[in-house]
Protein backbone atom coordinates (compact mmCIF):
# COMPACT_ATOMS: atom_id res chain seq x y z
CA UNK A 1 0.00 0.00 0.00
CA UNK A 2 2.80 2.68 0.67
CA UNK A 3 3.80 1.32 -2.61
CA UNK A 4 0.92 2.43 -4.28
CA UNK A 5 0.42 5.58 -1.89
CA UNK A 6 3.44 6.68 -3.11
CA UNK A 7 2.03 6.17 -7.10
CA UNK A 8 -1.12 7.74 -6.65
CA UNK A 9 0.90 10.75 -4.71
CA UNK A 10 3.27 10.89 -8.12
CA UNK A 11 0.46 10.87 -10.36
CA UNK A 12 -0.99 13.88 -7.92
CA UNK A 13 2.18 15.77 -8.02
CA UNK A 14 2.16 15.76 -11.41
CA UNK A 15 -1.65 16.95 -12.62
CA UNK A 16 -1.03 19.40 -9.92
CA UNK A 17 1.24 21.57 -11.66
CA UNK A 18 -0.63 21.15 -14.76
CA UNK A 19 -3.74 21.87 -13.54
CA UNK A 20 -2.58 25.46 -12.14
CA UNK A 21 -1.06 26.26 -15.62
CA UNK A 22 -4.03 28.27 -17.42
CA UNK A 23 -3.58 28.67 -20.99
CA UNK A 24 -3.35 32.38 -22.35
CA UNK A 25 -6.55 34.18 -22.82
CA UNK A 26 -7.33 34.24 -26.47
CA UNK A 27 -6.34 37.60 -28.06
CA UNK A 28 -9.23 39.32 -29.97
CA UNK A 29 -7.49 40.53 -33.33
CA UNK A 30 -6.73 44.23 -33.36
CA UNK A 31 -8.87 46.08 -35.77
CA UNK A 32 -6.83 48.75 -37.45
CA UNK A 33 -9.01 51.64 -37.65
CA UNK A 34 -9.04 52.88 -41.16
CA UNK A 35 -8.85 56.47 -41.88
CA UNK A 36 -10.52 58.29 -44.73
CA UNK A 37 -8.57 60.03 -47.64
CA UNK A 38 -10.61 62.84 -46.75
CA UNK A 39 -9.57 63.02 -43.31
CA UNK A 40 -5.84 62.86 -43.77
CA UNK A 41 -7.25 65.90 -46.65
CA UNK A 42 -8.43 67.43 -43.84
CA UNK A 43 -5.74 67.59 -41.28
CA UNK A 44 -2.81 68.74 -43.86
CA UNK A 45 -5.24 71.98 -44.30
CA UNK A 46 -5.24 72.16 -40.89
CA UNK A 47 -1.48 72.28 -40.51
CA UNK A 48 -1.24 74.24 -43.74
CA UNK A 49 -3.73 77.07 -41.92
CA UNK A 50 -1.64 76.93 -38.92
CA UNK A 51 1.43 77.21 -40.71
CA UNK A 52 0.48 79.94 -42.94
CA UNK A 53 -1.40 81.46 -39.15
CA UNK A 54 2.47 80.91 -37.33
CA UNK A 55 3.83 82.80 -40.53
CA UNK A 56 1.53 85.96 -40.62
CA UNK A 57 1.94 86.53 -36.66
CA UNK A 58 5.76 86.45 -37.41
CA UNK A 59 5.86 88.81 -39.67
CA UNK A 60 3.36 91.09 -37.82
CA UNK A 61 5.85 90.99 -34.89
CA UNK A 62 8.77 91.50 -37.25
CA UNK A 63 6.94 94.91 -38.35
CA UNK A 64 6.11 95.62 -34.99
CA UNK A 65 9.82 95.34 -34.37
CA UNK A 66 10.37 97.78 -37.27
CA UNK A 67 8.02 100.23 -36.27
CA UNK A 68 9.18 100.59 -32.93
CA UNK A 69 12.97 101.11 -34.61
CA UNK A 70 12.25 103.09 -37.13
CA UNK A 71 8.74 105.00 -38.02
CA UNK A 72 4.82 104.59 -39.13
CA UNK A 73 4.10 106.98 -42.00
CA UNK A 74 0.88 106.30 -43.97
CA UNK A 75 0.17 102.20 -43.58
CA UNK A 76 4.32 102.02 -43.90
CA UNK A 77 7.01 101.51 -41.44
CA UNK A 78 10.06 103.30 -41.97
CA UNK A 79 13.82 102.30 -41.00
CA UNK A 80 16.94 103.42 -41.15
CA UNK A 81 20.24 101.99 -42.34
CA UNK A 82 23.30 104.46 -41.62
CA UNK A 83 25.75 102.31 -43.52
CA UNK A 84 26.92 103.66 -46.69
CA UNK A 85 26.51 101.65 -49.97
CA UNK A 86 26.03 101.35 -53.33
CA UNK A 87 22.33 100.97 -54.77
CA UNK A 88 21.93 97.25 -55.65
CA UNK A 89 23.25 96.82 -52.66
CA UNK A 90 20.91 98.65 -50.25
CA UNK A 91 18.10 97.39 -52.32
CA UNK A 92 18.99 93.48 -51.67
CA UNK A 93 19.67 94.48 -47.83
CA UNK A 94 16.10 96.05 -48.00
CA UNK A 95 14.53 93.24 -49.51
CA UNK A 96 16.15 90.66 -47.16
CA UNK A 97 14.48 92.56 -44.10
CA UNK A 98 11.21 91.84 -46.36
CA UNK A 99 10.73 95.57 -47.43
CA UNK A 100 11.93 97.51 -50.69
CA UNK A 101 13.65 100.71 -50.92
CA UNK A 102 11.70 104.24 -49.25
CA UNK A 103 9.32 105.40 -52.33
CA UNK A 104 7.48 107.62 -51.50
CA UNK A 105 3.99 108.32 -53.30
CA UNK A 106 3.37 111.47 -51.98
CA UNK A 107 4.01 115.06 -51.42
CA UNK A 108 3.73 114.11 -47.73
CA UNK A 109 4.81 110.84 -47.64
CA UNK A 110 8.21 112.56 -49.26
CA UNK A 111 8.14 115.20 -46.43
CA UNK A 112 7.38 112.74 -43.62
CA UNK A 113 10.27 110.98 -44.84
CA UNK A 114 12.49 113.69 -45.20
CA UNK A 115 11.67 114.78 -41.75
CA UNK A 116 12.49 110.82 -40.69
CA UNK A 117 15.91 111.61 -42.25
CA UNK A 118 16.75 114.75 -41.11
CA UNK A 119 16.41 114.12 -37.35
CA UNK A 120 17.96 110.56 -37.39
CA UNK A 121 20.64 110.32 -39.85
CA UNK A 122 21.60 114.23 -40.30
CA UNK A 123 20.64 117.25 -42.25
CA UNK A 124 23.66 116.27 -44.58
CA UNK A 125 22.40 112.81 -45.54
CA UNK A 126 21.02 111.28 -49.06
CA UNK A 127 19.12 108.29 -49.10
CA UNK A 128 18.77 105.75 -52.06
CA UNK A 129 14.99 106.07 -53.11
CA UNK A 130 13.54 102.58 -54.31
CA UNK A 131 13.21 104.01 -57.96
CA UNK A 132 15.46 104.01 -61.29
CA UNK A 133 15.75 104.49 -64.88
CA UNK A 134 18.09 101.55 -65.67
CA UNK A 135 15.56 99.99 -68.18
CA UNK A 136 14.69 103.09 -70.25
CA UNK A 137 16.58 106.35 -69.66
CA UNK A 138 14.21 109.00 -68.38
CA UNK A 139 11.61 106.27 -67.34
CA UNK A 140 11.89 106.28 -63.47
CA UNK A 141 9.92 103.04 -62.37
CA UNK A 142 9.95 101.86 -59.11
CA UNK A 143 11.09 98.24 -57.52
CA UNK A 144 8.11 96.83 -59.13
CA UNK A 145 8.62 97.79 -62.41
CA UNK A 146 5.42 100.25 -62.01
CA UNK A 147 5.91 103.55 -63.67
CA UNK A 148 6.50 106.53 -60.49
CA UNK A 149 3.77 108.62 -60.79
CA UNK A 150 4.64 110.98 -58.05
CA UNK A 151 8.27 112.68 -57.79
CA UNK A 152 10.06 115.19 -56.49
CA UNK A 153 13.23 116.56 -58.75
CA UNK A 154 14.82 119.53 -57.99
CA UNK A 155 14.13 121.12 -61.40
CA UNK A 156 16.19 124.10 -60.78
CA UNK A 157 19.45 121.86 -60.48
CA UNK A 158 18.50 119.45 -63.31
CA UNK A 159 16.27 120.31 -66.36
CA UNK A 160 15.06 116.95 -66.90
CA UNK A 161 15.44 113.65 -64.97
CA UNK A 162 16.98 110.76 -66.92
CA UNK A 163 19.36 112.93 -69.59
CA UNK A 164 22.56 111.74 -67.89
CA UNK A 165 23.35 107.80 -68.77
CA UNK A 166 25.46 107.12 -66.06
CA UNK A 167 22.90 108.11 -63.42
CA UNK A 168 20.26 105.70 -62.98
CA UNK A 169 19.41 105.59 -59.61
CA UNK A 170 17.67 108.26 -57.41
CA UNK A 171 18.56 109.89 -54.06
CA UNK A 172 16.69 112.11 -51.40
CA UNK A 173 18.66 114.67 -50.32
CA UNK A 174 18.89 115.84 -46.97
CA UNK A 175 20.30 119.52 -47.31
CA UNK A 176 17.41 120.02 -50.45
CA UNK A 177 15.04 119.55 -47.68
CA UNK A 178 13.71 115.99 -49.98
CA UNK A 179 14.27 117.68 -53.19
CA UNK A 180 15.21 114.29 -55.71
CA UNK A 181 18.45 113.96 -57.51
CA UNK A 182 20.04 111.71 -60.15
CA UNK A 183 23.01 109.46 -58.85
CA UNK A 184 25.10 107.16 -59.89
CA UNK A 185 23.96 103.90 -59.13
CA UNK A 186 27.55 102.52 -57.91
CA UNK A 187 27.92 105.32 -55.38
CA UNK A 188 27.48 104.76 -51.74
CA UNK A 189 24.51 106.30 -49.95
CA UNK A 190 22.68 105.77 -46.61
CA UNK A 191 18.94 104.32 -47.54
CA UNK A 192 15.95 103.83 -46.03
CA UNK A 193 13.66 100.42 -45.86
CA UNK A 194 9.90 100.61 -46.22
CA UNK A 195 7.88 97.73 -45.29
CA UNK A 196 4.11 97.72 -45.99
CA UNK A 197 2.01 97.04 -42.83
CA UNK A 198 -0.63 94.13 -43.27
Given at each position: ?????A?VV???????????????????P?????V????I????????????E???????Q???TV????I??H???Y?A?T??K???T????????????????????N???????????????????????????G??L???G?????TN????????????????C???S?????????????S?K?????????
Amino acid sequence: MDLRGARVVLCLLFLIPSSFQQTPPKKKPIKKDTVSTAAIEDLQKQIDDLTQEVMLLKEQQALQTVCLKGIKIHGKCYLADTQVKPFHTASEDCISKGGTLSTPMTSDENDQLYEYVRKNMGLGEQIWLGINDMVTEGQWLDQTGSQVRYTNWDTKVIRKPGGDRSQNCAILSGVSKGMWYEQNCRSNKASVCEFNIV
